[in-house]
Structure formats: C-alpha cells, structure tokens
C-alpha cells in the first residue's frame, strides 16, 4: 500500500524560500498514471491547492502562487519536493502532499482526485 | 477563477440523514470528489468521480451531482462522522484543482 511522508524545516524566516519534500513508499512513483501533489491548510482555514507534478515533468499551479512556487520529481528517490519562494506569515499552513489521478472525459471535461494523502507538516513562517 | 461554494456548518442527530451541497457552474459535468477531514488527520478521500466510493468508505456514504450542484450524502449519520467535508473539482480554464470552503458537519 503506497504511503506519503512529508518532511522538510518546521520553522522559516519571512522571505527566505520554504523546502519540503514528500517519500513515496509501498511502490514506485514512476508506476501507473498517477500525479503528484501539494496541498496546504492554514490554522482554521480550508485546503488549498497548491499544484502538481506528473513524473514526466509536467507541471500544474494554482495561479494564486504559481510565480512562487516550484514543484520537482527526482524518480530515482521515489520522492517530489516543494519549493515556495518569498514565503510571508500568511504561508503558515499544514503541508500535505497526495497522490492524484486524473481522466479526460467524452465530453471534453476532465476529472481529478487525490487518494492518498501523507500525514502533513507543519510549517511555521517567522523570525 | 472557478469557485465552488459550501455552507459553512450543518448539523444532523445520530441516525439521520446529512446532505452536504457544493456548487458551481456546470458542476455536474465535472464529476466532483469529496473528502472527509477529521480534527488533527489528514483529508480522506470518500467521493470520487460523482458518485464513487472507494475502498474501505462505508455505504452510508453517496455522492450525486446535477446541473450546478455537487450532494454528498451520508445515511445513518454516525458520531464519528462529525468531521469538515470539502468538495472539489477541475478548472480547465486554469488547469488547477479547485476546493470548496469546506462544510463543519455537526452531529449532535
């Protein structure tokens, strides 16, 4: 069974770039068509996206962060990371990172859903 | 930017039945997916493509989805249902994941 495990600093000073990177274990990230996420809820708020990667390199962002945000695969480790850049008070969050799947319908919509999920971290922004 | 919108709380005695809605334009064409997000653990995934349930989610789970609306339904609503539920969806026009506000469910 395929788990996630995020980890990375705790703690990060106001405009340095926030680091994280995300294990696959219990199979290969290479396998199947899946992708590969993150997500963030900050303290008392909802989730919010904050982009994806397919092990081909091809990257997705949420508009809102995406001229901060880097997302990369390194399949030889079984691991993706997270790179946000400028990070503020308002990147306080916990970070989840998830698996996705994703499929083009007849009719020209597309679907996506995230089926396993790691435990989270929690990421502090602060001097 | 797509937006889908939930109500902040409901609230259902143990045993009845709990809708939760989630709305947004031509939702129902986007196949919505929910989870379930329990205080201090990760999100669980317990709708997927509409109407789907995966492995290990109870049958009292469901999930329709029509016109601009998106309906997790939970039967027999148990104590350890009480949980925020989120929906979320494809924006094509920006090609990014989309979550609703997220629903406090309440069983009281």
């Known amino acids: 069974q395929v788990q996630l495990q995020e980890s990375g600093p705790g703690l990060v000073k106001p405009s340095q770039t926030l680091s994280l990177t995300c294990t696959v274990s219990?199979?290969?990230?290479?396998?199947?068509?899946?992708?590969w996420s993150w997500i963030r809820q900050p303290a008392g708020k909802g989730l919010e996206w904050i982009g994806r990667?397919?092990?081909?390199?091809?990257?997705n962002y949420n508009p809102s962060l995406k001229s901060r945000v880097t997302i990369s695969v390194d399949t030889s480790k079984n691991q993706f990371s997270l790179k946000l850049s400028s990070v503020t008070a308002a990147d306080t969050a916990v970070y989840y990172c998830a698996r996705g799947r994703g499929q083009q319908l007849g009719s020209g919509y597309y679907y996506s859903y995230m089926d396993v999920w790691g435990k989270g971290t929690t990421v502090t922004v602060s001097s | 930017s797509y937006e889908l919108t939930q109500p902040p709380s409901v609230s259902v005695s143990p045993g009845q039945t709990a809708s939760i809605t989630c709305s947004g334009d031509?939702?129902?064409?986007?196949?919505a997916c929910w989870y379930q997000r329990k205080t201090g653990q990760s999100p669980v995934l317990v709708i997927y493509q509409g109407t789907k349930r995966p492995s290990g989610i109870p049958e009292r789970f469901s999930g329709s989805n029509s016109g601009n609306t998106a309906t997790l339904t939970i039967s027999g609503t148990q104590a350890m249902d009480e949980a925020d539920y989120y929906c979320?969806?494809?924006?094509?026009?920006?090609?990014?994941?989309?979550f609703g506000g997220g629903t406090k469910l309440t069983v009281l």
């Open positions: 990667i397919y092990t081909s390199g091809s990257t």
């Open positions: 031509k939702l129902g064409d986007k196949y």
């Open positions: 219990g199979g290969s990230i290479s396998s199947g068509t899946y992708y």
């Open positions: 979320q969806a494809w924006d094509s026009s920006t090609a990014a994941v989309v």
